[in-house]
């Protein structure tokens, strides 16, 4: 089963994951979001921090996912991508 299969069964607890941990706005980019990925793929999540998230929690979350998926998952904050390559990551991404 692909990423975006995984992620569409299990968006409820993905995202349930995500408010626990004070993360919000879940958002798919990379190979998943476009469709190009296989089976060794990552999962790559863009996700808006909320004030008083730690790197902890971000950190639990990417572990419970990973967990839930049996897939290696990158999660980043908008805020953290690089400028070159910001616009391509806001242009592909889309919500879970």
Excluded at 36 to 48: A, K, Q, R
Excluded at 53 to 62: E, Q
């Amino acid at each position: 089963m692909n990423g975006h299969q995984l992620l569409s069964n299990h968006r409820h607890e993905v995202l349930s994951f995500a408010k626990e941990n004070g993360i919000v706005n879940v958002r798919l980019f990379g190979s998943t979001a476009r469709g190009e990925d296989h089976n060794e793929s990552d999962i790559d999540l863009l996700v808006d921090i909320e004030d008083g998230c730690t790197l902890f929690d971000v950190i639990r979350f990417k572990q419970s996912v990973e967990d839930l998926l049996g897939k290696r998952i990158d999660v980043v904050s908008e805020h953290a991508l690089h400028q070159t390559i910001r616009g391509s990551v806001l242009d592909e991404a889309v919500d879970l």
